[in-house]
């Protein structure tokens, strides 16, 4: 029996990279997954799911429009009878942005929007659902660079550092209701965000130095990160709340 056996889930950020590969994961462990993004790519990672014989629907909008966020979590009620655990995963970079000097008030209010506001209204909906069924897991894919200071750009970096406070403030706040609430924080990981920086090595022919950045001397895989999200969603980490869980190959420790 899977490990999400039965479970109803949601996943945002789902038509692509880390979210792509942690909707299949859960499909495969039993759950039923509803599938969100703003890009249409998102039906692919359903069609996938299905076509496996798993079940699944896709949700298009964007994570920082509550009334969205509402939607995708009723849908998981209405079509799948409650809601288990919810991935907050969707995200964007403020890489390739301009120095400091010139960064604008816009671009971060439009990083903070997708990257805290987002996650922000998943825990808020979702935990209106876990709280009266005294049970739930909420994950939120935050970044080592939320940690210290590191790629992404200034305004990411805030913003996955935010999310690390967030999820040990709301842990604390869901006191005594059985909602957990948890950060995974990726090292480098090859997907859409970083595909860019794996080019740009690859044509210079340093793609081999982006391994030597951490301990075990490799770029991280989409799935990699995906088992970690399986690992909080599911039973097996009943006693984990309000964490930072970091899934680098050791970089943010070398
Ligand atoms: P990705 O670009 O492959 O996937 C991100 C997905 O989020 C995309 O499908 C995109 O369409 C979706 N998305 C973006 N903004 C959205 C919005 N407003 N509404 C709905 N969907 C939206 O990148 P990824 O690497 O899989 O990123 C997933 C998460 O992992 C992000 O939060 C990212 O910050 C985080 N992360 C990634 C890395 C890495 O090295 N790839 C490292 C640390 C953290």
Redesign the pocket.
């Known amino acids: 029996m899977g490990r999400l056996q039965g479970r109803s889930t949601v996943v945002?950020?789902?038509?692509?990279?880390?979210?792509?590969?942690s909707a299949i994961l859960f499909a495969q462990e039993g759950a039923t997954v509803v599938c969100?993004?703003?890009?249409e790519?998102?039906a692919d990672t359903v069609k996938q799911i299905t076509d496996a014989g798993g079940r699944a629907v896709a949700m298009?909008?964007?994570?920082?429009?509550e009334a969205?966020v509402e939607s995708f979590i009723a849908r998981a009620v209405s079509d799948f009878g409650g809601l288990d655990a919810c991935y907050a995963?969707?995200?964007?970079?403020s890489a390739g942005q301009a120095g400091f000097a010139e960064l604008t008030a816009e671009h971060w209010m439009t990083v903070l929007?997708?990257?805290l506001i987002?996650p922000f209204l998943a825990i808020k909906h979702a935990s209106k659902v876990m709280i009266p069924a005294g049970k739930g897991s909420i994950i939120?894919?935050?970044?080592?660079?939320?940690l210290r200071s590191g790629?992404?750009g200034v305004p990411?970096s805030a913003?996955?550092a935010g999310?690390i406070n967030l999820v040990q403030t709301t842990a604390n706040e869901f006191y005594g209701t059985g909602v957990r609430v948890n950060a995974?924080?990726?090292?480098?990981?090859?997907?859409?965000?970083?595909?860019g920086?794996y080019e740009y090595a690859r044509a210079k022919g340093t793609a081999d130095r982006i391994g030597q950045l951490n301990p075990l001397a490799r770029?991280?895989e989409?799935s990699e990160?995906a088992h970690a999200a399986l690992f909080l969603a599911s039973d097996d980490s009943s006693y984990v709340n309000g964490q930072a869980i970091v899934v680098?190959g050791g970089l943010s420790s070398s």
């Open positions: 945002t950020g789902a038509a692509s990279g880390i979210g792509r590969a969100v993004d703003r890009a790519a998102v298009t909008g964007d994570v920082s429009d969205f995963n969707a995200g964007i970079s929007k997708v990257n987002g939120c894919t935050a970044s080592v660079a939320g790629a992404g990411y913003s996955k999310v995974i924080c990726p090292g480098l990981i090859e997907t859409g965000m970083t595909r920086v770029g991280g989409p990160i680098d």
